[in-house]
T-cell receptor
Framework: DSGVTQTPKHLITATGQRVTLRCSPRSGDLSVYWYQQSLDQGLQFLIQYYNGEERAKGNILERFSAQQFPDLHSELNLSSLELGDSALYFC????????????FGPGTRLTVL | GQNIDQPTEMTATEGAIVQINCTYQTSGFNGLFWYQQHAGEAPTFLSYNVLDGLEEKGRFSSFLSRSKGYSYLLLKELQMKDSASYLCAVKISGNTPLVFGKGTRLSVIA
C-alpha cells in the first residue's frame, strides 16, 4: 500500500457524460500527478499540482481539468467523454515539487460505453 | 520529441536471469527510473540511476550509461511473481514530468 488513495476504483459511464476522479496523496506529500494509461500506450502524464498550484501540464485534453484543494487532495474532471477516454487513470504523489520517487495510487478504471 | 524504447515482451524461465533494456533520446537527462507494474495495479518504484554504473538492490540491479543513452534492469533468480510490466522513465530536468516508455511485459515460466 503506497498510502495514495483514489476513488472510485471502477467507473462505467456513457459517451458525452462528465465524471470526477478523486485522489488523496500520502501524508506529507505536496505534489500530485495525474496519468492516463490506455491498453496500447504507456503512462501518459496529464498534469501536476504542487501545494495547490498547477506546476506542469502534459498531454491533457481541453475536455479534462484538474485542481488541488487546500487539504491537498486532488480531483480530475473529465467531460464530454468519448470511447477513447476509457483507460486507467493513476494519481501519484511525492514530497517535493521535483520528480524523485513518486508513489502511485491504485488507479481508477474508467469505461466509457 | 522525447523517445524511450523498450522491448514490448520478454519471456524467461523461473530461476534464471533476465535483462530488460531501455534506450532513450531526450532533450535533457536528470535521472532514470524503473518501475514494476502488475496487470491492473499501480506502478511501484524499483530503482533510480543518475550516475553511470550499476545500482544493486537485492535480486534487482539497474545500470546506466549516459553517454550511450542506455539503461538496463537485471532481475536474478526469477520468481513467478516477477511476471509484470517493467517501465523505464526518464527525468528530463529537475522541473519536468517523468517521460515513460511503453513498458516491457515479462512472463516468467516454469
Amino acid at each position: 500500500d503506497s498510502g495514495v488513495t483514489q476513488t472510485p476504483k471502477h467507473l462505467i459511464t456513457a459517451t458525452g457524460q462528465r465524471v470526477t476522479l478523486r485522489c488523496s496523496p500520502r501524508s506529507g506529500d505536496l505534489s500530485v500527478y495525474w496519468y492516463q494509461q490506455s491498453l496500447d500506450q504507456g503512462l501518459q502524464f496529464l498534469i501536476q499540482y504542487y501545494n495547490g498550484e498547477e506546476r506542469a501540464k502534459g498531454n491533457i485534453l481541453e475536455r479534462f481539468s484538474a485542481q488541488q484543494f487546500p487539504d491537498l487532495h486532488s480531483e480530475l474532471n473529465l467531460s464530454s467523454l468519448e470511447l477513447g477516454d476509457s483507460a486507467l487513470y493513476f494519481c501519484a504523489s511525492s514530497v517535493a515539487e521535483s520528480y524523485n520517487e513518486q508513489f502511485f495510487g491504485p488507479g481508477t478504471r474508467l469505461t466509457v460505453l | 520529441g522525447q523517445n524511450i524504447d523498450q522491448p514490448t515482451e520478454m519471456t524467461a524461465t523461473e530461476g534464471a536471469i533476465v535483462q530488460i533494456n531501455c534506450t532513450y533520446q531526450t532533450s535533457g537527462f536528470n535521472g532514470l527510473f524503473w518501475y514494476q507494474q502488475h496487470a491492473g495495479e499501480a506502478p511501484t518504484f524499483l530503482s533510480y540511476n543518475v550516475l553511470d554504473g550499476l545500482e544493486e538492490k537485492g535480486r534487482f540491479s539497474s545500470f546506466l550509461s549516459r553517454s550511450k543513452g542506455y539503461s538496463y534492469l537485471l532481475l536474478k533468480e526469477l520468481q513467478m511473481k516477477d511476471s509484470a510490466s517493467y517501465l523505464c522513465a526518464v527525468k528530463i530536468s529537475g522541473n519536468t514530468p517523468l517521460v515513460f516508455g511503453k513498458g516491457t511485459r515479462l512472463s516468467v515460466i516454469a
